[in-house]
């Protein structure tokens, strides 16, 4: 007679043990990469959404009313609200608008994480709160001083998304000039891409999309890399001494890239949500004024908000955003 061979019990259920512990272990950090990869393409098509609605709009600035006692205190504050019905509406599908007293009838947390969830943070209500740093610079600086400090106000969009609105009506057109980035921000939108659902993370579904220049507006979306490159770089494409600014970021992931001006200015304007708050480092954009390492490119203080031209020799920190 033959002999049937074959699996004991006692295998068998060691195998399906193994098998159990390996899923316990590999399917967790699987289920988080399919999230963010779906979360960085819905953040992607809220950008583009945006900012062609936000490019229908001949002007960003003056909308809303916004008064000030002598004192400098908001007496009517209803600029980020009447932004939304009289201006965004026009151009863009919404379903629901709420106050600045009523943020979280639109989905919007109470409380976020912020980038790497290093710590957790009230939800910001009003423009200053963005960044500690925001009105800095701006007070002794006269005519460049015009930034209103305005409370937030909020909508859901047909997707699903809530969206914290930061409008400041007295923005200004571009310079092209050295200059604080604050009086350049026209709109910041703070969106949580399923409302307060979870895990209200900063890189995971909340970010965030800032709207500058009054006119010939530009709409930037940075997808932040949550760390700095881990030394100072020079922004020389060219130069053999050291690691330039561009190529730091490539070392770190192919998916990632220097960010161009507008967006570290984004960056520095929603400081809060990155864990900036402390930083008084100096960041290269990919935004270059000339070529060689005697030309110029711009780069952004975060301590007060300052764009510079520097040259390109010297050697600044470099932040990273996903492509």
Known sequence: MKKTKGFTLAEVLITLAIIGIVAAITLPSLLVNVNEKAWDAQKKALHARMAQAIGQMNTLGGYGTYTEDEEGTATVDMAAESFILDALSKVYKINNVCGADKLSSCGVPSKIATLGAVSEVNFPKKMSELNDKLMNGLKAEGEMGDMADTKAAAFETVNGESVAVFYNPLCSSDAFENHYVQNKMCVNFIYDLNGDEGPNEVGKDVGFITA?????????????????????????????????????????????????????????????????????????????ISSGASGLAWGQHLNNGYLHKYARSNLLYARCVKK
């Open 212 to 288: 500058f220049y009054n006119k010939n507006s530009v709409v930037v979306a940075p997808i932040i890399y949550d760390k700095d490159y881990v030394s100072t770089v020079s922004g020389y494409t060219e130069d053999k001494a050291g690691m330039d600014a561009a190529s730091a970021c490539k070392t770190i992931g192919e998916d990632l890239r220097l960010p161009d001006r507008d967006e570290l200015a984004s960056i520095f304007i929603n400081g809060i949500l990155l864990n900036l708050g402390k930083s008084t480092n100096v960041y290269w954009s990919s935004s270059v």
